[in-house]
């Protein structure tokens, strides 16, 4: 790995671990994230896997939080969920001068399901 993909690395993952920087990543393309973001409260953000290449690094993110609001229809459980959320980043000179994100919201709806 280049000194650049470390330090852009570095910097993605610092933005990510930094609790102040974290409504960054609230921030995504998908139309149903304000949904999803009312539905799970107490959000805690933690880094799985990251890959830079140049410019470019991928940032695989776990988010756990409580199923505390409706969510595609699924009322409120109390439990803690889990949902997985890939963030694209482009750092130049070590700074993030763009992102974007995806939940992975076909992993979350199954732990929505009411228990038998």
Do not use: C
Request: hydrophobic residues 40%; charged residues 20%; aromatic residues 6%.
């Amino acid at each position: 790995m280049s000194i650049i993909e470390q330090t852009n690395r570095a910097v993605v993952t610092a933005l990510i671990e930094d609790s102040v920087n974290r409504k960054a990543l609230e921030n995504t393309d998908q139309w149903i994230t304000a949904q999803l973001l009312e539905a799970i409260s107490d959000r805690q953000y933690a880094v799985q896997d990251v890959l830079a290449q140049e410019e470019k690094v991928i940032a695989r993110i776990s988010v756990t939080g409580t199923h505390s609001g409706m969510f595609a229809g699924h009322a409120a459980t109390g439990r803690s969920v889990t949902i997985t959320q890939f963030r694209e980043f482009h750092v130049v000179d070590g700074e993030i001068r763009a992102h974007r994100g995806w939940f992975d919201t076909s992993a979350l709806l199954p732990q929505l399901q009411p228990q038998s």
